[in-house]
Nanobody, 122 residues
Framework: QVQLVESGGGLVQAGGSLRLSCAAS??????MGWFRQAPGKEREFVAA????????YYGDSVKDRFTISRDNAKNTVYLQMNSLKPEDTAVYYC?????????????????WGQGTQVTVSS
């Protein structure tokens, strides 16, 4: 049974940092990613990474502030979030099991975690 478990969310002041983790069990995934969903908004793409970590992809709103990485030995993907802004407040979801060519399309991903709340205060 495939399971993705996120951790690391919390409350942080603007300008601060957080690191999210997503541990996968049940199988390994060639690509893993992060999405987020703020209240009243659609879920949006944040970042994705390939198995070898040779390629990473970022949403425009987080580029140059967030860094995605993975530890294949631990079957875990990370999201380092720096220079956080109040508009980064959202539930962050881990995604895995990508199919097709798109990294940013929600329906491209077959497995999802339960989400972890990130709140950035001004």
């Amino acid at each position: 049974q495939v399971q993705l478990v996120e951790s690391g969310g919390g409350l942080v002041q603007a300008g601060g940092s957080l690191r999210l983790s997503c541990a996968a069990s049940g199988r390994t995934f060639s690509s893993m990613g992060w999405f987020r969903q703020a209240p009243g908004k659609e879920r949006e793409f944040v970042a994705a990474i390939t198995w070898s970590s040779s390629r990473t992809y970022y949403g425009d709103s987080v580029k140059d502030r967030f860094t995605i990485s993975r530890d294949n030995a631990k079957n875990t993907v990370y999201l380092q979030m720096n220079s956080l802004k109040p508009e980064d407040t959202a539930v962050y979801y881990c995604a895995a099991g990508r199919r097709g060519d798109s990294y940013t399309y929600i329906d491209s991903w077959t497995s999802w975690g339960q989400g972890t709340q990130v709140t950035v205060s001004s």
